[in-house]
């Protein structure tokens, strides 16, 4: 079991920045892929950007060059820096990490946080 701590969500004007981050608690699985989806009212839960454990990214087109993720491998954290930010970007924000575990690290398993509010007024 892994357990993730979000932190970072908040009121913003248009035009500011936010840096959300999620803590994975230590655990005997392997980290893989770490990555931010965001939830606006009414509408499915999207992908916002990922990475790899690696340091490969991976970002909507409607967040490229306005928003940056990162990782800590030994703080086992993922971070998302939020600039630029419009009032489309109100939604809550859910942290998810992959993990590989068992033998050979076949096995693979999903987690997600319980979500930041992120809310960006004109």
């Known amino acids: 079991q892994v357990q993730l701590v979000e932190s970072g969500g908040g009121l913003v004007q248009a035009g500011g920045s936010l840096t959300l981050s999620c803590a994975a608690s230590?655990?005997?699985?392997?980290?893989?892929?770490m990555g931010w989806y965001r939830q606006a009212p009414g509408k499915q839960r999207d992908l916002v950007a990922s990475?790899?454990?690696?340091?490969?990214?991976n970002y909507a087109d409607s967040v490229k060059g306005r928003f940056t993720i990162s990782r800590d491998n030994a703080k086992n954290t993922v971070y998302l820096q939020m600039n630029s930010l419009q009032t489309e970007d109100t939604a809550v924000y859910y942290c998810?990490?992959?993990?590989?575990?068992?033998?050979?690290?076949?096995?693979?398993?999903?987690?997600w946080g319980q979500g930041t509010q992120v809310t960006v007024s004109s």
């Open positions: 998810n990490v992959g993990v590989d575990y068992g033998p050979g690290l076949a096995l693979k398993a999903n987690y």
């Open positions: 230590r655990s005997i699985f392997t980290i893989n892929t």
């Open positions: 990475i790899t454990r690696g340091g490969r990214t």
